[in-house]
Protein backbone atom coordinates (compact mmCIF):
# COMPACT_ATOMS: atom_id res chain seq x y z
CA UNK A 1 0.00 0.00 0.00
CA UNK A 2 1.49 3.62 -0.81
CA UNK A 3 0.25 6.75 -0.72
CA UNK A 4 1.22 9.19 -3.56
CA UNK A 5 0.60 13.22 -3.97
CA UNK A 6 0.75 15.36 -7.09
CA UNK A 7 -1.11 18.54 -8.20
CA UNK A 8 -3.87 16.79 -10.26
CA UNK A 9 -5.87 13.15 -9.82
CA UNK A 10 -4.70 12.53 -13.32
CA UNK A 11 -1.06 13.34 -12.21
CA UNK A 12 -1.54 11.04 -9.37
CA UNK A 13 -2.92 8.30 -11.42
CA UNK A 14 -0.24 8.51 -13.50
CA UNK A 15 2.33 7.66 -10.49
CA UNK A 16 0.24 5.02 -9.34
CA UNK A 17 0.26 3.10 -12.91
CA UNK A 18 3.87 3.03 -13.53
CA UNK A 19 4.76 2.61 -9.98
CA UNK A 20 1.99 -0.14 -9.51
CA UNK A 21 0.69 -0.88 -12.16
CA UNK A 22 -2.80 -1.24 -13.99
CA UNK A 23 -3.54 -3.52 -11.54
CA UNK A 24 -3.35 -1.17 -8.87
CA UNK A 25 -6.52 -0.77 -6.23
CA UNK A 26 -7.30 2.87 -5.52
CA UNK A 27 -8.04 2.87 -1.87
CA UNK A 28 -9.13 6.44 -0.74
CA UNK A 29 -8.12 9.64 -2.42
CA UNK A 30 -8.22 13.06 -0.37
CA UNK A 31 -7.53 16.48 -1.59
CA UNK A 32 -5.66 19.15 0.60
CA UNK A 33 -4.04 22.46 0.58
CA UNK A 34 -0.41 22.45 0.81
CA UNK A 35 2.12 25.59 1.95
CA UNK A 36 0.90 28.99 2.20
CA UNK A 37 1.38 31.61 4.54
CA UNK A 38 -1.01 31.89 7.17
CA UNK A 39 -3.83 29.99 4.94
CA UNK A 40 -3.02 32.49 1.63
CA UNK A 41 -1.34 30.94 -1.49
CA UNK A 42 -1.46 27.66 -0.33
CA UNK A 43 -1.83 25.10 -3.29
CA UNK A 44 -4.61 21.94 -3.42
CA UNK A 45 -2.86 18.84 -3.74
CA UNK A 46 -4.54 15.61 -4.25
CA UNK A 47 -3.24 12.22 -2.59
CA UNK A 48 -4.28 8.94 -3.74
CA UNK A 49 -3.63 5.90 -1.49
CA UNK A 50 -2.76 3.06 -3.43
CA UNK A 51 -1.98 -0.96 -3.58
CA UNK A 52 -1.43 -3.86 -5.32
CA UNK A 53 -3.99 -6.08 -6.02
CA UNK A 54 -4.15 -9.20 -3.71
CA UNK A 55 -6.43 -11.69 -3.23
CA UNK A 56 -6.62 -10.19 0.03
CA UNK A 57 -7.39 -6.82 -0.94
CA UNK A 58 -10.50 -7.42 -3.53
CA UNK A 59 -12.08 -8.54 -0.68
CA UNK A 60 -11.75 -5.75 0.53
CA UNK A 61 -12.82 -3.85 -2.18
CA UNK A 62 -15.94 -5.81 -2.65
CA UNK A 63 -17.08 -5.14 0.76
CA UNK A 64 -16.81 -1.57 0.28
CA UNK A 65 -18.31 -0.60 -3.38
CA UNK A 66 -17.91 3.28 -2.62
CA UNK A 67 -14.41 2.60 -3.36
CA UNK A 68 -13.54 2.97 -6.80
CA UNK A 69 -11.79 0.48 -8.78
CA UNK A 70 -11.12 -0.06 -12.07
CA UNK A 71 -12.84 2.81 -13.17
CA UNK A 72 -10.21 5.28 -11.06
CA UNK A 73 -7.17 3.61 -12.79
CA UNK A 74 -7.96 6.66 -15.41
CA UNK A 75 -8.46 9.67 -13.70
CA UNK A 76 -10.56 11.20 -16.80
CA UNK A 77 -12.88 8.59 -15.53
CA UNK A 78 -13.37 9.71 -12.43
CA UNK A 79 -16.10 12.82 -13.30
CA UNK A 80 -18.09 10.23 -16.01
CA UNK A 81 -18.43 8.00 -13.14
CA UNK A 82 -19.94 10.79 -10.76
CA UNK A 83 -22.40 11.18 -13.88
CA UNK A 84 -23.57 8.13 -14.24
CA UNK A 85 -23.87 7.64 -10.61
CA UNK A 86 -26.02 10.72 -10.38
CA UNK A 87 -28.42 9.43 -13.48
CA UNK A 88 -28.49 6.30 -11.57
CA UNK A 89 -30.29 8.05 -9.20
CA UNK A 90 -32.44 9.79 -10.95
CA UNK A 91 -33.59 6.94 -12.71
CA UNK A 92 -34.04 5.25 -9.73
CA UNK A 93 -35.90 8.18 -8.49
CA UNK A 94 -38.49 8.29 -11.26
CA UNK A 95 -38.96 4.19 -11.50
CA UNK A 96 -40.06 4.04 -7.51
CA UNK A 97 -42.09 6.51 -8.82
CA UNK A 98 -43.41 4.23 -11.55
CA UNK A 99 -47.24 2.79 -10.63
CA UNK A 100 -47.68 -0.87 -9.96
CA UNK A 101 -47.65 -3.26 -13.69
CA UNK A 102 -44.83 -0.72 -14.78
CA UNK A 103 -43.71 -3.47 -16.62
CA UNK A 104 -46.46 -2.46 -19.20
CA UNK A 105 -47.53 0.61 -17.68
CA UNK A 106 -44.02 2.55 -18.56
CA UNK A 107 -44.00 2.32 -22.24
CA UNK A 108 -47.61 4.26 -21.41
CA UNK A 109 -46.00 6.38 -19.07
CA UNK A 110 -43.31 7.71 -21.93
CA UNK A 111 -46.49 8.61 -24.23
CA UNK A 112 -48.47 10.03 -21.97
CA UNK A 113 -45.03 12.80 -21.46
CA UNK A 114 -45.09 12.88 -24.87
CA UNK A 115 -47.87 14.20 -25.15
CA UNK A 116 -47.02 16.60 -22.92
CA UNK A 117 -49.20 15.23 -20.15
CA UNK A 118 -47.92 16.38 -16.80
CA UNK A 119 -45.71 13.54 -15.14
CA UNK A 120 -47.55 13.62 -11.89
CA UNK A 121 -50.79 13.38 -13.53
CA UNK A 122 -49.00 11.01 -16.34
CA UNK A 123 -48.40 8.80 -12.59
CA UNK A 124 -51.84 9.61 -11.10
CA UNK A 125 -53.59 8.58 -14.20
CA UNK A 126 -51.68 5.05 -15.20
CA UNK A 127 -52.25 4.27 -10.95
CA UNK A 128 -56.27 4.75 -11.51
CA UNK A 129 -56.29 1.58 -14.48
CA UNK A 130 -53.84 -0.49 -12.13
CA UNK A 131 -56.39 -2.00 -9.93
CA UNK A 132 -58.03 -5.07 -10.22
CA UNK A 133 -57.97 -5.61 -13.94
CA UNK A 134 -54.78 -4.25 -14.45
CA UNK A 135 -51.43 -6.48 -13.41
CA UNK A 136 -48.12 -6.36 -14.91
CA UNK A 137 -48.53 -9.57 -16.84
CA UNK A 138 -51.01 -7.79 -18.81
CA UNK A 139 -50.72 -7.18 -22.41
CA UNK A 140 -49.90 -3.72 -23.76
CA UNK A 141 -53.53 -3.72 -25.75
CA UNK A 142 -55.31 -4.29 -22.56
CA UNK A 143 -53.41 -1.60 -21.09
CA UNK A 144 -54.19 0.91 -23.92
CA UNK A 145 -57.80 0.22 -23.62
CA UNK A 146 -58.20 0.83 -20.01
CA UNK A 147 -55.57 3.92 -20.40
CA UNK A 148 -58.57 4.92 -23.30
CA UNK A 149 -61.43 4.24 -20.97
CA UNK A 150 -60.07 6.31 -18.28
CA UNK A 151 -58.98 9.36 -20.11
CA UNK A 152 -62.33 9.24 -22.35
CA UNK A 153 -64.25 9.26 -18.71
CA UNK A 154 -62.02 12.65 -17.89
CA UNK A 155 -63.01 13.97 -21.66
CA UNK A 156 -66.78 13.60 -21.14
CA UNK A 157 -67.81 16.55 -19.98
CA UNK A 158 -68.67 18.17 -23.02
CA UNK A 159 -71.24 21.03 -23.78
CA UNK A 160 -71.66 23.72 -26.30
CA UNK A 161 -74.30 26.65 -26.19
CA UNK A 162 -77.49 25.52 -25.37
CA UNK A 163 -80.30 27.59 -26.53
CA UNK A 164 -84.38 26.97 -26.72
CA UNK A 165 -86.91 28.88 -28.17
CA UNK A 166 -88.28 30.09 -24.39
CA UNK A 167 -85.68 32.41 -23.53
CA UNK A 168 -82.22 34.32 -24.52
CA UNK A 169 -79.34 32.64 -23.67
CA UNK A 170 -76.09 35.01 -23.18
CA UNK A 171 -72.59 33.68 -23.29
CA UNK A 172 -69.42 35.92 -22.78
CA UNK A 173 -66.08 34.94 -23.49
CA UNK A 174 -62.75 35.71 -21.41
CA UNK A 175 -59.84 35.05 -21.03
CA UNK A 176 -56.04 36.28 -21.96
CA UNK A 177 -55.09 38.75 -24.52
CA UNK A 178 -54.84 37.06 -28.64
CA UNK A 179 -56.04 33.86 -27.94
CA UNK A 180 -58.94 34.24 -30.18
CA UNK A 181 -61.80 35.55 -28.06
CA UNK A 182 -63.38 37.97 -30.76
CA UNK A 183 -62.66 35.73 -33.61
CA UNK A 184 -64.34 32.67 -32.12
CA UNK A 185 -67.35 35.08 -31.61
CA UNK A 186 -67.89 35.79 -34.89
CA UNK A 187 -67.34 31.72 -35.78
CA UNK A 188 -70.10 31.19 -33.48
CA UNK A 189 -72.42 34.14 -34.22
CA UNK A 190 -72.35 33.13 -37.56
CA UNK A 191 -72.67 29.19 -37.24
CA UNK A 192 -75.96 30.55 -34.78
CA UNK A 193 -77.36 32.63 -37.32
CA UNK A 194 -76.48 30.77 -41.20
CA UNK A 195 -76.83 27.26 -40.02
CA UNK A 196 -78.95 26.87 -37.47
CA UNK A 197 -80.90 29.98 -38.83
CA UNK A 198 -81.20 31.48 -34.48
CA UNK A 199 -81.31 35.14 -33.96
CA UNK A 200 -77.86 36.26 -32.58
CA UNK A 201 -77.07 39.91 -31.28
CA UNK A 202 -73.42 40.69 -30.35
CA UNK A 203 -71.95 42.89 -27.58
CA UNK A 204 -68.36 44.38 -27.18
CA UNK A 205 -67.59 45.07 -23.73
CA UNK A 206 -63.90 45.81 -25.25
CA UNK A 207 -63.40 49.03 -25.91
CA UNK A 208 -59.91 49.20 -24.66
CA UNK A 209 -58.40 49.12 -28.28
CA UNK A 210 -60.47 51.00 -31.17
CA UNK A 211 -59.51 48.16 -33.68
CA UNK A 212 -61.12 45.93 -31.40
CA UNK A 213 -64.56 47.01 -32.02
CA UNK A 214 -63.92 47.56 -35.65
CA UNK A 215 -62.72 43.78 -35.68
CA UNK A 216 -66.33 42.76 -34.42
CA UNK A 217 -68.30 45.28 -36.43
CA UNK A 218 -66.91 43.96 -39.39
CA UNK A 219 -67.97 40.59 -39.11
CA UNK A 220 -71.19 41.58 -37.26
CA UNK A 221 -71.94 43.62 -40.59
CA UNK A 222 -70.95 40.50 -42.81
CA UNK A 223 -73.51 37.99 -40.78
CA UNK A 224 -75.94 40.71 -40.70
CA UNK A 225 -76.62 40.51 -36.55
CA UNK A 226 -76.44 43.73 -34.97
CA UNK A 227 -73.47 44.77 -32.10
CA UNK A 228 -73.63 47.16 -29.58
CA UNK A 229 -70.52 48.41 -27.80
CA UNK A 230 -70.60 49.16 -24.20
CA UNK A 231 -68.99 50.83 -21.52
CA UNK A 232 -70.04 49.88 -18.36
CA UNK A 233 -71.89 47.42 -16.65
CA UNK A 234 -75.19 48.83 -16.70
CA UNK A 235 -74.29 49.68 -20.42
CA UNK A 236 -74.03 46.12 -20.21
CA UNK A 237 -77.11 45.05 -18.92
CA UNK A 238 -78.98 47.42 -20.89
CA UNK A 239 -77.83 45.70 -24.10
CA UNK A 240 -78.96 42.28 -22.44
CA UNK A 241 -82.59 43.57 -21.35
CA UNK A 242 -83.20 44.69 -24.84
CA UNK A 243 -82.01 42.17 -27.00
CA UNK A 244 -83.98 39.56 -24.67
CA UNK A 245 -85.93 38.61 -27.89
CA UNK A 246 -83.27 37.01 -29.37
CA UNK A 247 -82.19 33.54 -29.00
CA UNK A 248 -78.66 33.83 -28.30
CA UNK A 249 -76.41 36.93 -27.08
CA UNK A 250 -72.62 36.64 -27.46
CA UNK A 251 -70.53 38.88 -25.26
CA UNK A 252 -66.75 40.13 -25.97
CA UNK A 253 -64.30 41.45 -23.94
CA UNK A 254 -61.30 42.81 -23.59
CA UNK A 255 -58.07 40.14 -23.67
CA UNK A 256 -56.49 40.64 -19.78
CA UNK A 257 -53.41 39.38 -18.24
CA UNK A 258 -53.91 36.85 -15.66
CA UNK A 259 -51.55 38.69 -13.49
CA UNK A 260 -53.04 41.82 -13.41
CA UNK A 261 -55.31 41.35 -10.44
CA UNK A 262 -57.58 45.39 -10.91
CA UNK A 263 -58.25 44.39 -14.75
CA UNK A 264 -59.44 41.17 -13.57
CA UNK A 265 -61.75 42.35 -11.13
CA UNK A 266 -63.19 44.93 -13.40
CA UNK A 267 -64.62 42.09 -15.69
CA UNK A 268 -65.53 40.26 -12.46
CA UNK A 269 -67.84 43.67 -11.90
CA UNK A 270 -68.59 43.61 -15.73
CA UNK A 271 -70.08 39.93 -15.62
CA UNK A 272 -71.65 40.18 -12.29
CA UNK A 273 -74.44 42.52 -13.39
CA UNK A 274 -76.20 40.09 -14.56
CA UNK A 275 -76.23 36.73 -13.38
CA UNK A 276 -77.48 34.86 -16.36
CA UNK A 277 -74.48 35.02 -18.07
CA UNK A 278 -72.50 31.97 -18.81
CA UNK A 279 -68.99 32.85 -18.87
CA UNK A 280 -66.75 30.89 -21.09
CA UNK A 281 -62.68 31.04 -20.64
CA UNK A 282 -61.27 31.02 -23.81
CA UNK A 283 -57.58 29.36 -24.07
CA UNK A 284 -54.94 28.78 -26.53
CA UNK A 285 -53.52 25.64 -27.00
CA UNK A 286 -50.08 26.55 -27.62
CA UNK A 287 -50.25 27.64 -23.81
CA UNK A 288 -48.01 25.93 -21.67
CA UNK A 289 -49.31 24.26 -18.70
CA UNK A 290 -47.77 25.99 -15.77
CA UNK A 291 -49.22 29.30 -17.93
CA UNK A 292 -52.74 27.72 -18.04
CA UNK A 293 -52.65 26.81 -14.40
CA UNK A 294 -52.18 30.82 -13.88
CA UNK A 295 -55.10 31.41 -16.27
CA UNK A 296 -57.92 29.30 -14.62
CA UNK A 297 -56.44 30.05 -11.45
CA UNK A 298 -56.33 33.95 -11.92
CA UNK A 299 -59.41 33.74 -13.96
CA UNK A 300 -61.62 31.42 -11.73
CA UNK A 301 -62.63 35.30 -9.67
CA UNK A 302 -65.38 35.74 -12.92
CA UNK A 303 -66.08 32.15 -12.34
CA UNK A 304 -66.20 30.65 -15.56
CA UNK A 305 -68.54 27.71 -16.55
CA UNK A 306 -66.80 26.15 -19.24
CA UNK A 307 -63.47 25.92 -21.36
CA UNK A 308 -63.05 26.82 -24.92
CA UNK A 309 -59.95 26.12 -26.34
CA UNK A 310 -58.24 27.76 -29.39
CA UNK A 311 -55.59 27.35 -32.21
CA UNK A 312 -55.43 23.47 -31.54
CA UNK A 313 -53.94 23.93 -35.54
CA UNK A 314 -50.59 25.27 -33.91
CA UNK A 315 -50.57 22.82 -31.43
CA UNK A 316 -51.69 19.31 -31.69
CA UNK A 317 -50.59 18.37 -28.30
CA UNK A 318 -53.54 18.06 -25.77
CA UNK A 319 -51.91 17.91 -22.96
CA UNK A 320 -52.18 21.05 -21.15
CA UNK A 321 -55.81 20.61 -22.09
CA UNK A 322 -55.83 17.20 -20.58
CA UNK A 323 -53.71 18.40 -17.17
CA UNK A 324 -56.31 21.16 -16.67
CA UNK A 325 -59.19 19.10 -16.60
CA UNK A 326 -57.70 16.84 -14.79
CA UNK A 327 -56.66 19.36 -12.10
CA UNK A 328 -60.34 21.43 -12.60
CA UNK A 329 -63.16 18.94 -14.01
CA UNK A 330 -64.58 22.03 -15.98
CA UNK A 331 -66.85 21.51 -18.70
CA UNK A 332 -65.44 21.36 -22.15
CA UNK A 333 -67.01 23.50 -24.83
CA UNK A 334 -65.78 24.27 -28.30
CA UNK A 335 -62.45 23.11 -30.06
CA UNK A 336 -60.97 26.29 -32.21
CA UNK A 337 -58.90 24.43 -35.31
CA UNK A 338 -57.73 27.71 -37.61
CA UNK A 339 -57.89 31.25 -38.13
CA UNK A 340 -61.19 30.90 -40.97
CA UNK A 341 -64.39 32.43 -40.33
CA UNK A 342 -66.47 30.18 -39.29
CA UNK A 343 -65.43 27.45 -40.60
CA UNK A 344 -62.77 26.46 -38.09
CA UNK A 345 -64.19 25.53 -34.67
CA UNK A 346 -66.16 22.20 -33.56
CA UNK A 347 -67.75 20.80 -30.18
CA UNK A 348 -64.89 19.52 -28.40
CA UNK A 349 -65.55 15.29 -29.12
CA UNK A 350 -64.42 12.77 -26.43
CA UNK A 351 -63.29 10.09 -28.86
CA UNK A 352 -61.06 12.51 -30.68
CA UNK A 353 -59.50 14.25 -27.68
CA UNK A 354 -58.83 10.17 -26.37
CA UNK A 355 -57.00 9.34 -29.39
CA UNK A 356 -54.66 12.67 -29.92
CA UNK A 357 -53.70 11.95 -26.00
CA UNK A 358 -52.58 8.63 -26.91
CA UNK A 359 -51.24 9.63 -30.27
CA UNK A 360 -47.67 7.43 -30.72
N1 LIG B 1 -54.13 29.51 -35.85
C1 LIG B 1 -55.19 29.99 -35.24
N2 LIG B 1 -55.31 31.32 -35.08
C2 LIG B 1 -56.41 31.79 -34.46
C3 LIG B 1 -57.42 30.94 -33.98
N3 LIG B 1 -58.37 31.72 -33.42
C4 LIG B 1 -57.95 32.99 -33.56
N4 LIG B 1 -56.78 33.05 -34.19
C5 LIG B 1 -55.95 34.21 -34.54
O1 LIG B 1 -55.45 34.79 -33.35
C6 LIG B 1 -55.29 36.18 -33.52
C7 LIG B 1 -56.01 36.91 -32.40
O2 LIG B 1 -57.41 36.66 -32.52
P1 LIG B 1 -58.50 37.55 -31.81
O3 LIG B 1 -59.81 36.93 -32.09
O4 LIG B 1 -58.33 38.99 -32.14
O5 LIG B 1 -58.06 37.32 -30.30
P2 LIG B 1 -58.69 37.99 -29.00
O6 LIG B 1 -58.63 36.98 -27.92
O7 LIG B 1 -60.00 38.58 -29.31
O8 LIG B 1 -57.61 39.14 -28.74
P3 LIG B 1 -57.77 40.39 -27.74
O9 LIG B 1 -59.13 40.93 -27.93
O10 LIG B 1 -56.70 41.33 -28.19
O11 LIG B 1 -57.53 39.88 -26.38
C8 LIG B 1 -55.85 36.51 -34.89
O12 LIG B 1 -54.79 36.58 -35.79
C9 LIG B 1 -56.75 35.30 -35.21
O13 LIG B 1 -56.87 35.09 -36.60
C10 LIG B 1 -57.27 29.52 -34.17
O14 LIG B 1 -58.08 28.67 -33.78
N5 LIG B 1 -56.13 29.11 -34.81
MG1 LIG C 1 -60.75 40.49 -29.07
Redesign the pocket.
Known sequence: MKSYTANSMQEAMVQVKSELGRDAVILHTRRFRMGGFLGFFSKEKVEVTAAVDSADLKKVVKKTPALLTEQAEDARMLPLQAELTNMHKMLEAVLTKLPDGEGQASPFLQLLLRNDVALPIANSLLKEISGTQFTAKSDAALTRHLLHERIAHYFSNIEGIQIDSASCRTVALI??????????IAKIAADFTLKQGSKVALITA?TY?IA?VE?LKTYADIIGVPLDIVYSAEELKQAIDRHQDKDLILV?T??RSPGNLSHLTELQALLAVDPAIETYL?LSMTTKYQDALDIVEKFSVCTPQKLLF?????STNIGTLFNLIYRFPMTLSYI????DVPD??ELANTDKLTNLLLKE
Not at 177 to 184: A, E, L, N, Q, R
Not at 336 to 339: E, I, L, N, S, V
Open positions: GPTGVGKTTTDRAQDAGVTKADEATGQDI
